[in-house]
């Protein structure tokens, strides 16, 4: 399925002009057809995935209980 400029920057949360400039830097693959640039979709599964692994990382290290500190002395 291939999807346009705007459909793409929606699908993987980036402004458009982020995705023409890598277009233009020759970093994704396109056609042109013509009148628009076309953007295969399945191109974004490996950054797709690895957007998710790195969420996931992310809130487990969030949610990770900070351990005592041993050195720490209540003053009460």
């Known amino acids: 399925m291939y999807l346009t400029i705007k459909e793409t920057s929606e699908y993987l949360s980036l402004p458009e002009t982020s995705i023409e400039k ?3 830097q020759g970093k994704i693959r396109f056609v042109h057809d013509g009148e628009q640039y076309l953007l ?3 191109q ?3 950054h797709i995935e690895q957007m998710e692994k790195y ?3 992310v809130e ?4 990770d209980p900070i351990p005592e500190d041993p050195d720490v ?3 009460d």
Do not use: P, Q
């Open 22 to 24: 890598l277009i233009m």
């Open 40 to 42: 295969y979709k399945d």
């Open 44 to 46: 974004f599964k490996t």
């Open 55 to 57: 969420k996931k990382r």
């Open 60 to 63: 487990e290290w969030y949610n």
């Open 73 to 75: 002395k209540d003053e």
